[in-house]
């Protein structure tokens, strides 16, 4: 089953912008996490935001949960060509301890 | 610090062959987790473990099984492969919420 899906699923940009990628959900969750995936590499984690957090930070992460609209942004600032990667968030569809992961947005930094 | 280790990374199979993948979780962690990513796809959940029992089961086929042993290793076996079995799988491992990947098998049936 499909829970996340991200958007944009591309998104194209120039060393040193900003970079905004949002995940939507179905179900309830009591947390979502977002990973980084290197061209057919495996899963890194970057981030864990709990259902009761509003906005967590991690160096030049920031990442925002609204329950209400089911909904979480991850912002990537001062990107650099080494971010370029597929970015997933990932949920815990209702509870559950298995991960449901969206689609993915497909991250270029241009040098 | 130590990570997943999935073995091996890569392999190669025939149609209807059978197929062993193996995973070493992080030390002290008691869940694993069987991911399979297709290309161009999210990955998908295939089962899990908790303290070497089966503890959640997503799309897995029936000719799939897998275990986790009493040193917490976990094996995916595969059988009658089939051309739609090529895949990226990931074994997982966690002792709380987050689940730390390893690198992959990629899978690839001809």
């Known amino acids: 089953s499909q829970q996340g899906e991200e958007d944009p699923q591309a998104l194209s940009i120039q060393e040193g912008e900003n970079a905004t990628m949002n995940c939507s959900y179905k179900t309830s969750i009591n947390n979502l996490q977002w990973y980084r995936q290197n061209s057919g590499r495996g899963l890194v984690h970057l981030i864990l935001i709990r259902s009761n957090e509003r906005e967590k930070h991690s160096g030049r992460l920031r990442v925002t949960l609204d329950t209400s609209k089911k909904s979480s942004s991850l912002l990537i600032t001062a990107s650099r060509a080494a971010d370029t990667a597929s970015y997933f968030c990932?949920?815990?569809?209702?509870?559950?301890?298995?991960?449901?992961f969206g689609k993915g947005t497909k991250l270029t930094v241009n040098p | 610090a130590a990570g997943v280790i999935q073995s091996p990374r890569h392999l190669i199979k025939e149609k209807r062959e059978t197929a062993t993948l193996k995973c070493y979780p992080i030390p002290r962690h008691d869940t694993v987790y069987w991911y399979q990513q297709g290309p161009g796809q999210d990955p998908q959940f295939l089962i899990s473990f908790y303290e070497k029992m089966q503890s959640d089961k997503g799309s897995i086929p029936d000719r799939f099984s897998a275990q986790q042993f009493s040193d917490y290793h976990s094996e995916l076996n595969m059988s009658s492969l089939e051309l739609g079995d090529s895949a990226l799988y990931f074994c997982?491992?966690?002792?709380?919420?987050?689940?730390?990947f390893g690198p992959g098998t990629r899978l690839t049936v001809t």
């Open positions: 997982a491992s966690s002792l709380g919420i987050e689940q730390y």
């Open positions: 990932a949920t815990d569809e209702g509870g559950s301890e298995k991960l449901v």
